[in-house]
């Protein structure tokens, strides 16, 4: 894999020099931003993306899209990450990431034309109903029902962990639609409108004094009987493209953020005088290591990306990785700033998920803050117990362990 070939390189400049035009002069990466400060640049950078059409980079132009390569698209989406500058909106990850590739790949041509153009002007802002209380890390056992009345699907059940909930209008679901067949065949992927009274949507406050995650209840909501995406009672097929979407360019980027976070630690050991430690010492060479490690798996993931390779099993490993380091370096972090972590709770400029956005300040509120989001790294996205069996079962050819719902859904085994 060259990342540097001359087009590259010629690319690479191409965005460096967009960067610099557009953004203000004095801007120190987006976590330098408070809520407000952040929201409201937020929605000016998205427009700015848009008038260049560097929203949605791997799309055709004929549908909007830049037309990116895959290597294009890494390479803006590390420089990007480099200047602590956003790709989009802040559901786009949702919205253009995953709905619209996955429209794109398996939806029809209506579908297409109603939703793309409403996706890429930000008309329509997206999230995702996946996980149920009863299904999380197995999924496929999910409970919310969708039943056919005449030209309409109605939906009751309910979903959690909805992130970016709160900003979203539309809202893509796993629903079952064929409660008699086997968990993984009765399930349909719908397309419904949040804005009816059959939503309820309620906040769900984590341990850092975030709402990042939301429930979304369905009481006999409604949406429209071609607002399926693929087959009805496929929808397994699509979320599982949908998820591959998810991966592949965050591979690179993820190293960068991890490393921006460790220097801020090191930073911060030398201004507490604390590097002639040798256990401090130890500790920032253990994490040199291990993101290190990180950047390699990378590479590795983004080799099946650039040649345009769903990513495989080993993708959990890289999983595994960065949220068990993040986890551990967050512990370390609390015992070098010592008493001070337990001051400061609730910073404003902290940012969400994974490690800290560019310009987060290096004061104990966003560190500590840093150190409680770590801790749900091992939990969403795939729990590591699950991703140890994947790896298991996946990578390394052990035997699988023995199964109970393989029969219809409705005569799963439940608890």
């Given at each position: ?89 802040s559901n786009d990850g949702f919205s253009i990431g995953m709905l619209g590739n996955t429209i794109l790949a398996m939806g029809t041509d209506e579908q297409k034309a109603a939703f793309i153009p ?298």
């Open positions: 894999m060259d990342l540097r070939p001359a087009e590259a390189s010629e690319f690479r400049t191409r965005i460096r020099t967009f960067l610099n035009e557009h953004l203000p002069d004095d801007f120190a990466g987006i976590g330098s931003m408070e809520g407000a400060e952040r929201d409201e640049f937020q929605t000016r950078w998205r427009a700015i993306l848009s008038e260049n059409n560097l929203l949605a980079l791997n799309w055709p132009t004929d549908v909007g899209g830049a037309g990116l390569t895959a290597l294009e698209t890494v390479i803006l989406h590390e420089e990007f990450a480099r200047r602590g500058a956003p790709t989009g909106g409403k996706i890429l002007s930000g008309e329509h802002v997206w999230c995702q109903g996946y996980s149920e209380p009863g299904a999380g890390s197995d999924l496929a056992g999910l409970g919310t029902r969708a039943e056919l009345d005449g030209d309409e699907w109605i939906i009751n059940g309910q979903k959690i962990w909805t992130s970016g909930g709160q900003h979203a209008n539309w809202i893509f679901v796993l629903a079952r639609t064929a409660p008699d067949s086997p968990k993984h065949q009765g399930i349909t992927f719908l397309l419904v409108p949040m804005d009816q009274p059959g939503v309820e949507l309620r906040p769900i406050r984590n341990i850092a004094g975030d709402n990042h995650f939301n429930e979304v209840f369905f009481s006999d909501a409604r949406c429209p009987k071609d607002h399926v995406v693929g087959d009805v009672n496929n929808g397994w097929a699509v979320a599982n493209k949908l998820l591959a979407f998810e991966r592949g360019v965050g591979a690179t980027v993820t190293p960068i953020r991890y490393r921006a976070e460790l220097d801020r630690l090191t930073e911060l050991c030398v201004k507490r005088e604390l590097t002639d430690d040798p256990l401090v010492r130890q500790t920032l060479a253990k994490a040199h290591t291990r993101v290190e490690l990180l950047r390699y798996a990378g590479m590795r993931t983004l080799t099946r990306f650039l040649n345009d390779q769903p990513p495989g099993p080993e993708s959990s490993l890289f999983k595994l990785l960065w949220s068990s380091y993040h986890s551990d370096v967050t512990n370390e972090l609390m015992n070098v700033i010592g008493p001070d972590a337990m001051i400061g709770f609730g910073d404003t400029t902290a940012s969400g998920l994974g490690a800290p956005d560019i310009g987060v300040p290096n004061t104990p509120a966003t560190l500590q803050h840093s150190a409680f989001m770590a801790r749900s790294g091992t939990i969403y996205a795939g729990t590591s117990q699950v991703q140890k069996n994947i790896i298991g079962e996946r990578v390394l050819g052990l035997p699988k362990e023995p199964r109970m719902d393989s029969g219809p859904w409705n005569e799963t085994p439940k608890g």
